[in-house]
């Protein structure tokens, strides 16, 4: 299997895209009795967990599975266990712990400077599941409620994209949804964010509907095509 674009960094921390993860929470997942999620570009897992550990006492009600191009992130994300930091624009540990979550499923170890070590128990790694698998180049390997590609398309020129949109055509269920990233870092502010941003304003061509009140949010209105 090849490397692609969105193997070039890698970067992803617990919450990092907290207004992707309160409208999951908040308003798409209360419309389902039992809701499967994926999470494409999942990189080492960080986003899995989070979407986990932020629904904790709806654990029972959904099924996440993670998917990444790179074995070794796979890998890594498998493991559950993870480097932390606590700088005041991630401060990932705090945010753990504001969820209240048991303090006996997860272990917090010292590492280095500003960052430290946690790792989850075996009950929280049994309820998420990662595979390597390459979007650009076929469907899942089942259809899911809910897509989530943060920080992801971008990486790809825009006739990959129409090759990965498809194939999230195909992947998710009637009226499912695709989620992605809400907001770009200033730091990645350039010509090429813009035309990305611009090229995402409109992906009704792939069967997604933009959803109102929020960026970059769509549903399946269209499979026909596809």
């Given at each position: ?17 907290n ?9 798409i ?9 994926a ?10 967990y989070?979407?986990?550990l932020?629904?904790?006492?709806e ?7 993670g998917?990444?191009?790179s ?7 498998r493991?559950g266990?993870f ?24 272990t ?19 309820m998420?599941?990662?595979?390597v ?12 409620d809910?897509v ?13 994209r ?28 350039n ?9 995402m ?25 596809f």
């Amino acid at each position: 299997m090849m490397d692609s674009p969105c193997c070039i960094s890698g970067f992803t921390t617990f919450y990092r895209d907290n207004t992707v993860l309160r409208v999951l929470g908040e308003v798409i997942l209360p419309s389902y009795s039992q809701a499967t999620i994926a999470s494409v570009g999942c990189s080492i897992g960080k986003e899995v967990y989070s979407i986990l550990l932020r629904n904790w006492p709806e654990r029972e009600k959904i099924k996440i599975d993670g998917y990444d191009i790179s074995e070794k992130r796979i890998s890594m994300a498998r493991e559950g266990t993870f480097e932390v930091f606590e700088l005041e624009s991630l401060n990932e540990i705090e945010k753990i712990k504001k969820l209240n979550i048991p303090k006996e499923l997860y272990t917090l170890r010292p590492k280095s400077g500003c960052s430290r070590e946690i790792e989850f128990s075996e009950e929280i790694k049994n309820m998420v599941n990662f595979e390597v698998h390459d979007i650009s180049q076929e469907p899942l390997p089942k259809k899911y409620d809910v897509v989530l590609m943060l920080n992801v398309l971008m990486y790809y020129p825009p006739e990959e994209r129409e090759n990965i949109l498809s194939n999230v055509n195909k992947s998710a269920k009637e009226n499912g949804w695709l989620l992605c990233e809400s907001e770009i870092s200033d730091g990645w502010r350039n010509e090429k964010i813009k035309q990305y941003e611009d090229w995402m304003g409109d992906i009704s061509r792939f069967g997604f509907e933009k959803q109102p009140h929020y960026p970059r949010i769509y549903r399946l209105a269209n499979r026909s095509k596809f």
